[in-house]
């Protein structure tokens, strides 16, 4: 078997890390955004949760150590907003919310869409607060995310992106509640929404040819 390249295995343990750390903050009160928002003091949630995650995945918490050093220089950066603003995330490509429960009820990944909303760097962050707050409240879709300051190579567009994912995209009257309240959140012009089916396709929109599947 070909070895795992030491870097990108940190980075993938931190991804996991990070998921582990807001379940284990949510499960017990505020998520690990309203945390650091409040200016809080969870060092000692963050050492906890390390000890858990390194009983459950021993090679995972072994190279996050091996790459940070320690808890220290993985629980600094998270106060200041790694992981909570885009415009402060550098170590991982997306930061995702998903809505209470959304994964229950029978959930069809084939049947999941997102509507696609571009933003300059400079306004990423308070974009991302707006529907990460409307995602936590359930009076958005399922689930969002957003890209990061990590530089990307697979990204195709200088701006930053925010997904607002929704159960079905057959359900336009869903889908269009969905896009509404965007509209009521200041997000007023033109976006596209695109199902997974032509993600996992790898259909992107070009000159002349778009895969969007409803547009508003």
Do not use: C
């Not at 309203?34 to 809080?40: D, I, S």
């Amino acid at each position: 078997m070909e070895e795992i390249d030491p870097e990108s295995l940190a980075g993938v343990a931190y991804g996991i890390f990070e998921v582990y750390l807001n379940r284990e903050l949510h499960a017990r009160g505020p998520y690990l955004f309203e945390l650091v928002e409040r200016g809080a003091d969870f060092e000692a949630d963050v050492r906890e949760t390390f000890g858990r995650f390194e009983e459950d995945y021993p090679e995972l918490a072994e190279a996050l150590l091996s790459r940070f050093g320690g808890i220290d220089a993985i629980y600094a950066p998270l106060r200041e907003g790694e992981g909570v603003l885009p415009s402060k995330t550098t170590r991982m490509y997306w930061i995702v919310q998903d809505a209470p429960e959304p994964s229950g009820r029978g959930l069809d990944d084939d049947q999941v869409g997102k509507w696609l909303i571009f933003v300059a760097a400079d306004e990423v962050d308070e974009a991302w607060r707006k529907i990460r707050d409307e995602t936590v409240k359930g009076s958005l879709g399922i689930s969002a995310k957003v890209s990061t300051a990590k530089p990307n190579p697979d990204s195709r567009d200088e701006r930053s992106v925010i997904y607002v994912y929704t159960r079905d995209w057959a359900d336009e009257a869903d889908v269009m509640r969905v896009r509404e309240r965007l509209r009521e959140l200041g997000f007023e012009e033109r976006i596209g929404y695109k199902r997974n089916i032509e993600t996992y396709r790898g259909e992107y929109s070009e000159e002349g040819r778009k895969v969007t599947y409803y547009s508003a």
